[in-house]
């Protein structure tokens, strides 16, 4: 009996080892993925020199997803500010002076939703920048924004337009522009709240391969 007993015993005790064994496998594969970040970028400054009808310069304020924060690196950037302009690190220049070359493969498509809507990644719709234009085209109502014309002169981004991008290091990105006034007034005055200071929500994919947000 005590025999049978120690038996009993071993082979319980075998299945417990077992069963924790797997859940702390299950457990240790989940914990491999990286949480999804999603976060605010707030004034965001991008200047431009020249304009209304003059030639436009000056440099682009880069960013880059995987650290939230904007660079001065002249090629770990996905995506550059300046005025109404918004390129990607893919592609190549169209040209405009002080433009920065393009030294990955970042790519962009807008869809139409909301932040919450847009969960999972269509490959097959990025573009790059070109010669003879932008991935994010410009223009009132072509790409991010539309502007009113007098007498608000007011530049609005496009409610309902979600941007979602592929990063120079092949992860994605999504987003949602906000405002072009700084503070990101509710109510902008074209006349009294300064420009170019971008408020826009992102959410980024750190995990390489997983096109779901």
């Known amino acids: 009996m005590k025999t049978l007993k120690k038996i009993q015993l071993v082979a319980l005790l075998a299945l417990f080892i077992g069963f924790t064994s797997c859940s702390s496998d299950d457990d240790n594969g989940s914990n ?3 949480e999804v970040e999603a976060e605010t970028v707030s004034n965001l400054y991008a ?10 310069s000056g440099n682009f304020t880069k960013f880059n997803f995987e650290t939230g924060l904007t660079t001065t690196s002249e090629t770990e950037w996905d995506i550059a500010f300046r005025g109404t302009s918004i390129i990607v690190n893919g592609g190549v220049s169209a040209g405009t002076t002080d433009e920065p070359e393009r030294t990955g493969d970042a790519a962009v498509y807008e869809i139409s939703g909301t932040m919450a809507s847009v969960t999972d990644v269509d490959t097959t719709l ?3 920048d070109a010669a003879d234009g932008y991935a994010i085209t410009s223009g009132s109502g072509n790409g991010w924004y539309t502007y009113a014309g007098p007498p608000s002169h007011l530049i609005t981004p496009i409610a309902g337009k979600i941007f979602v991008f592929k990063t120079i290091n092949g992860k994605y990105a ?3 522009f906000l405002s072009y006034y700084e503070n ?5 005055d074209a ?3 300064a420009t170019p200071y971008y408020t826009f929500n992102f959410v980024y994919q750190p995990n390489e ?5």
């Not at 990101?184 to 902008?188: G, T, V």
């Not at 391969?209 to 947000?213: A, E, L, N």
């Open 191 to 193: 006349f009294v709240d």
């Open 47 to 56: 200047p431009q020199e020249g304009g209304q009808g003059q030639p436009v």
């Open 32 to 34: 491999n993925l990286l």
């Open 209 to 213: 391969g997983v096109t779901t947000f």
């Open 174 to 176: 999504k987003v949602e």
């Open 184 to 188: 990101a007034p509710e109510n902008p």
């Open 126 to 128: 990025f573009t790059q």
